[in-house]
């Protein structure tokens, strides 16, 4: 819904498709790796011993 009221907040201006894609892929990105990150915070917390410092799923900046 979120997309849909980008379009109506403008009336006036025309978006291409591209334009439209553009702006859900990015909201809908966003949503998936939020949850993402949700699901593995809570696989660290039943899994490790110390979810701060994980042994077993670790993230490694820029690459996953």
Do not use: C, D
């Not at 379009?7 to 892929?25: D, G, M």
């Not at 790796?33 to 011993?49: D, F, H, S």
Request: no cysteine; hydrophobic share 35%; net charge neutral.
């Amino acid at each position: 819904m979120k997309q849909i009221a980008v379009v109506a907040l403008s009336p006036n201006r025309v978006f291409t498709k591209e334009q439209i894609y553009q702006h859900i892929y990015e909201e809908a990105e966003s949503e998936v790796n939020n949850r993402i990150y949700g699901l593995i915070k809570n696989l660290r917390k039943k899994i490790e011993e110390n979810p701060e410092t994980p042994h077993y799923i670790e993230t490694i900046r820029g690459v996953g």
